[in-house]
């Protein structure tokens, strides 16, 4: 059985011919499928019987199921989803104060294995399908519908960096994209990709005219330290990523955004902020600055608010923007690298 989502309008249109009903008959399927939210066939009235009776025997709608839904205190949400083979993820939704965002996972499990992060101790499975990642976004779009709890009561920003790294499931990544934005109406614009310095994915997406935002997670301002922190990736080396960088804002004329996690007495030191911001010079960027959230086994610690202090006022005095990115979530572990496969 085929799942629907994850097929663009035309995709759908041509489900409709193929199935002897008009092509337009797509588009209402559309509309169903992700301005409705529906769940099943049944709802879908304006549909003739017969095309209905024929969806039913080739197609499934391939919408995941809610196990486990968790309210932090400051209001992000976190679902546990399970996929139509048994693999489990999770989404977050963030409340913010001018739109509300979804941070979505791209695979079940993360193949890169970062030391600091849980969802690369907790290894790999496999790539999340398109339908499978705006799935999510649907979701949480439904837990923001029945809680009513914000004004438009939809999600108006994506980010990719739940689970996974998006540009090694490159091709599921920009379909979701442009269903995004073709299909939700959501702007590319408020739309976040972040990769852990996939160079040709990076150079790759550059070229897609899709102006959407890229966040680099680069963590360390030298090859030896980032070495450390990301034993089995490093591919290429930061001068490349940087590079590939560089490119990516002159080809998109989009602000780069460089996440930097704060590790005590790891990559916190006043001589790393220097090598930073050397290496930022002149680049339209900013750098977020990440609080550590601990999980389980992971032999970190996070930055003291000095050190912190002291790292983003050094990088604010050599010109380079900076931001220190809030904690949301911690409550329910559903801040950045604490989402994980889950069994239960
Ligand atoms: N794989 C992609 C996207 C998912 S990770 C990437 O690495 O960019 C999303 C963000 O969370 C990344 O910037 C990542 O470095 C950061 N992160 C991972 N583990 C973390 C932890 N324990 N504490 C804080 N941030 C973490
Ligand atoms: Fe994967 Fe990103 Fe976590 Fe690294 S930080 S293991 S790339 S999800």
Redesign the pocket.
């Known amino acids: 059985m085929v799942p629907l989502l994850g097929l663009n309008t035309e995709e759908l249109r041509t489900v409709a011919a193929t199935s002897g009903v008009q092509a337009f008959r797509g588009n209402q399927l559309a509309e169903w499928l992700y301005q409705r939210n529906a769940r099943d066939f049944d709802r879908m009235s304006n549909l003739p019987p017969a095309f209905l009776e024929s969806l039913q025997k080739h197609f499934i709608i391939g919408r995941s199921k809610i196990i486990i839904t968790q309210r932090s205190t400051d209001g992000t949400v976190k679902l546990l989803l399970e996929l139509s083979d048994g693999a489990r993820i999770e989404t977050v939704g963030l409340p913010y104060s001018s739109h509300y965002s979804c941070c979505v996972s ?1 695979q079940a499990g ?1 193949p ?1 294995g ?1 030391g ?5 101790q907790s290894g790999f499975k496999r790539n999340l399908t398109a339908g499978e990642i705006i799935d999510q976004v649907l979701s949480i779009g439904e837990i923001l519908k029945e809680t009513g709890n914000h004004g438009r009561g939809r999600v108006d920003h994506v980010t ?7 540009l090694l499931n490159y091709d599921a990544t920009v379909k979701t994209l442009k269903l995004l934005n073709n299909e939700l109406g959501l702007s590319a614009r408020n739309l976040t990709v ?3 310095g996939q160079v040709p994915g990076i150079r790759r997406l550059s070229q897609e005219k899709l102006p959407v935002t890229l ?3 680069l ?1 360390a301002p030298t090859d030896d330290l980032r070495h450390q922190l990301i034993p089995g990736f490093v591919r290429w080396t930061v001068a490349e990523i940087i590079s590939a960088g560089r490119d990516y804002v002159s080809q998109t004329g989009r602000r780069l955004t460089i ?1 930097y ?1 704060l590790l005590n007495d790891v990559n916190d030191h006043a001589g790393e902020a220097q090598q930073l911001a050397d290496l930022l010079q002149g680049l339209n960027c900013h750098v977020n600055l ?6 389980e086994g ?1 032999p ?1 610690t996070a930055s003291p608010p000095q050190h912190v202090q002291a790292f983003s006022n050094l990088l604010a005095k050599r010109g380079i923007q900076v931001t220190e990115r809030a904690r949301r979530g911690a409550d329910i572990d559903a ?4 989402l994980k496969q889950r069994n239960c």
Do not use: R
């Open positions: 791209t993360c890169v970062c600091f992060c849980a969802t690369g990719f960096m739940g689970m996974g790294e998006p972040s990769t852990i966040a680099i997670s963590h996440e996690c990440i609080p550590f959230n601990p999980a992971l970190y801040a950045c690298g604490q």
